[in-house]
């Protein structure tokens, strides 16, 4: 990449951070995520509509479709600050149906979603823990994230090599509920009656379900750094024993090993990030150096978000067990985010497929 | 009555199989919360019938004057048959304590109300400040009179909105070195001044309370041993909990969850899987042989020692490694609130999340490591 574009890679970075503050400030109250969970639909519809106007559910449609044609490095920023605040509107499941509506140049449902006025989900997965899309015409379709809320959902259809791309509106559809620990709710679909928006080709639809793998790591990233933060804080001002309880080496040891676990995610998830934006084409690199480099981001995040969260838990002691205390709602977060989109094994497995280990 | 010290080992453990097998409510195995009295009275009620209320205490008072080995083969066979544990500090904690150490008349007034169910006691220890640090703890009171006036809070008093009575340090000296100003002291839950609130805990479950004293007046023979005593008297009962902490049950239960998930999501077979499965087998297996050691202790009428501490430590880390190991062989649904449709005993995020405090109560796993590095490994500062 030369040094103009790196420049307006940093700068774009930079820009969507200082606007995810405005709608989800990292260290704003939990007050708002407290009110929508365990409540249809599990997040704020007037929320969903200013992330459209910011340009994030478009943020990687190309600008001629009306997206903001931005790469991974600033959507990875986003999620991350999002999952920083536990912003509960589902972004990445939003960006994953826009990415394939905007591929299959389907720009009605594509306007509709990416404006926020409603939310489309893809309703690509038929097994747990899966990242393959078997694209089984009437097979139910599993754990669709915040599927109250949705308008329609996107049914891809296995059609030669790549799929047909129908869209069921959510009014009639047989669509069953299940309460998840972070207060939103999976959805399990029936597709029936779908009318065909588009086509899309097997390495994009591949191409579009990793990036919201790289986007749910970066939302993990969040979370673990912010739970971190405000367990820096309890360690700084709880007392026990007449002494800030993080005066101890054995937790200052401990806090220092988390940092590193942080250090390394975030470190992954850019990397893996910029891979995907080198030559500031999205079709760029590799799709083996791709997929290793984003497989490997997500199960590190997936680990160490779960590890860091653990943790926090721990050294708030007692009170980090109560619902009443936010730390809680961070650990909720990680173990609802840690497996969708893959987990960490489903990825480490996906990492040494794609790439072998070169003797030395 | 019935002597089952007379019986062998094994008659005693037919015995309790039986009347487990036969008796305890099957809605009631395995409940994933501790259980408020009105949903485990019905248990409770049986065990009356049978006389088995306080397995440990003398049978002249009431109990089945067991032998430690006798004991640990009930709680074995109960553990095995996921018999609930009721709201009990009156019968493990309070008895127990007032036996070796209260009156005549505290022990005529209290022991029998706890056997007939009439009094359900919590234990009111932790404040918001003393946690790890128990003896810095700053609920007192202060003697008026023919009583004693209680201000303070405690917190994480389990069950307190099913109890009508609490059992609590206190303190009594606020000259004296921290230990030794602290005291023992019943009160009851209806005496005015006297507020509890439930705290919600990650499981969602309204397990734990605080309980708040405002100006509560305790008759003073409710002091139980001598004043300023009370610290010595209930660390004296600690061992016994820290044993009771370091039972393989929540392990043992958790693995067989583990096994079954991990059937349903098809890796059960797959080498990686049961390379770390086979390591958590293992794992259990050896933390029971440690437990026997210690039970063996029990069972020679020896106390036990500060290195009880590892046995805890270990339960809980192997309980959360277990539950770890689910949440990550689950896939989404390790991220769902309840149990997996069709199967009310698999619910991989609530066995997680249940996990989460045993490191934290009972004295945490920082605090038992400190134990260790000081009382048994006499490493310096």
């Given at each position: ?9 940093d ?13 989800a400030p ?8 407290r009110?929508?969970?365990f ?6 519809p ?8 910011q340009?994030?559910?478009g943020?990687?449609v190309p ?8 790469g ?22 939003g ?8 591929a ?13 006025e ?14 393959e ?9 599993l ?24 869209l ?7 669509l ?16 029936a009656g779908?009318?065909?928006v588009g ?10 379900l990793?990036?919201?793998a ?8 969040g979370v ?12 700084r001002t709880?007392q ?16 220092a ?16 990030a910029?891979?995907?934006d ?21 199960a ?9 969260t ?10 980090g ?6 730390i809680?709602l961070?650990?909720r ?26 003797e030395? | ?7 062998t ?12 097998e036969?008796?305890y ?20 009620r049986?065990?009356q ?5 306080a397995?440990g ?6 109990g ?5 080995s ?5 709680i ?13 500090h ?15 008349e505290?022990?005529?007034r209290f ?10 006691w ?15 703890l ?15 809070q ?6 307190a ?37 439930p705290?919600?805990n990650?499981?969602?479950?309204d ?7 405002d ?12 004043p ?9 009962l600690?061992?016994f909990e ?15 969850r ?8 098809g ?24 437990y ?5 202790v ?14 805890k ?18 896939g989404e ?47 310096p500062?």
């Amino acid at each position: 990449m030369s040094a103009t574009l790196q420049d307006e890679r940093d700068e774009a970075i930079r820009m969507i951070r200082d606007s995810a503050v405005g709608i989800a400030p990292r260290a704003g109250d939990r007050k708002r995520i407290r009110a929508l969970r365990f409540k249809s639909p599990g997040f704020d519809p007037a929320v969903w509509r200013q992330m459209g106007e910011q340009g994030w559910i478009g943020l990687r449609v190309p600008e001629e479709q009306g997206g903001a044609g931005l790469g991974m490095g600033a959507f990875c920023a986003l999620a991350e600050e999002l999952g920083a605040a536990l912003a509960p509107e589902p972004l990445v499941p939003g960006a994953l149906a826009a990415r394939l509506l905007a591929a299959a140049g389907a720009s009605a449902p594509l306007e509709a979603l990416v404006s926020g006025e409603a939310l489309v989900l893809a309703a690509w997965q038929e097994r747990a823990n899966s990242f393959e899309v078997p694209g089984t015409p009437d097979a139910p379709r599993l754990f669709l994230p915040m599927a109250d809320g949705a308008r329609s959902f996107l049914v891809p259809v296995r059609a030669g090599d790549g799929f047909s791309l129908r869209l069921q509106p959510a009014e009639g559809a047989d669509l069953a509920l299940e309460p998840t620990q972070d207060g939103g709710s999976y959805g399990t679909l029936r597709p029936a009656g779908g009318e065909e928006v588009g086509t899309v080709s097997a390495a994009q639809m591949e191409a579009a379900l990793e990036e919201a793998a790289l986007g749910t790591a970066a939302m993990l990233l969040g979370v673990m750094d912010q739970a971190f933060a405000m367990t820096l804080d309890y360690l700084r001002t709880r007392q026990q024993f007449g002494k800030p309880i993080g005066s101890f080496q054995a937790l200052q040891h401990r806090a220092a090993d988390l940092k590193v676990q942080i250090a390394l995610s975030r470190a992954s998830v850019e990397a893996a990030a910029a891979i995907c934006d080198r030559g500031g084409d999205r079709e760029d690199a590799p799709a083996a150096q791709r997929r290793a480099a984003i497989a490997r981001a997500k199960a590190r995040a997936a680990d160490a978000a779960l590890l860091v969260t653990r943790q926090a838990i721990q050294l708030h002691g007692g009170i980090g067990y109560t619902d009443e205390a936010d730390i809680g709602l961070y650990m909720r977060r990680a173990m609802v985010l840690a497996n969708q989109f893959g987990s960490a094994g489903l990825h480490r497995r996906r990492f040494a497929a794609a790439q072998p280990e070169v003797e030395a | 009555m019935t002597d089952y010290n007379a019986m062998t080992d094994d008659e005693f453990r037919a015995e309790v199989r039986r009347f487990v097998e036969s008796e305890y409510p099957t809605h009631l195995r395995n409940p994933p919360n501790r259980l408020h009295w009105d949903e485990g009275e019905e248990w409770f009620r049986i065990v009356q019938k049978k006389g088995w209320v306080a397995p440990g205490w003398p049978r002249e008072l009431g109990g089945m004057g067991l032998d430690a080995s006798k004991q640990i083969i009930l709680i074995e066979e109960y553990e095995r048959h996921g018999v609930a544990r009721l709201p009990d500090h009156g019968v493990i904690m309070l008895g127990p304590l007032l036996i070796r150490f209260g009156t005549e008349e505290q022990r005529a007034r209290f022991l029998p109300r706890i056997l007939a169910g009439e009094d359900i006691w919590c234990q009111g220890y932790s404040e918001p400040g003393a946690g790890s640090d128990l003896a810095s703890l700053r609920t007192e009171a202060v003697l008026d009179g023919d009583h004693y006036v209680v201000n303070g809070q405690k917190i994480w008093t389990t069950l307190a909105t099913d109890a009508n009575w609490i059992f609590c340090l206190v303190r009594t000296d606020k000259a004296a070195k921290k230990q030794e100003g602290i005291s023992f002291l019943l009160i009851d839950m209806n005496t005015p001044g006297v507020t509890v609130r439930p705290i919600i805990n990650l499981a969602l479950h309204d397990e734990f309370c605080e309980v708040f004293f405002d100006n509560v007046r305790v008759p003073k023979e409710n002091l139980v041993g001598e004043p300023n005593k009370g610290w010595s008297m209930a660390k004296a009962l600690l061992g016994f909990e820290r044993i009771f902490l370091g039972s393989p049950r929540q392990s043992a239960y958790a693995l067989s969850r583990l096994k079954t998930l991990a059937e349903r999501m098809g890796v059960f077979d797959e080498p990686e899987f049961q390379d770390r499965y086979t390591k958590l087998r293992c794992d259990l297996e050896d933390h029971k042989a440690l437990y026997e050691t210690f039970v063996a202790v029990l069972r020679r009428g020896e106390s036990l020692g500060a290195d009880v501490s590892m046995l805890k430590l270990h339960q809980s880390d192997l309980f959360q490694r277990i539950t770890e190991l689910m949440l990550e062989i689950g896939g989404e649904n390790a991220g769902l609130l309840k149990p997996m449709e069709g199967n009310r005993d698999l619910h991989p995020a609530g066995q997680f999340i249940e996990a989460r405090p045993t490191t934290i109560y009972g004295g945490s796993s920082e605090i038992q490591r400190g134990i260790l590095a000081k009382a048994v490994l006499e490493l310096p500062g």
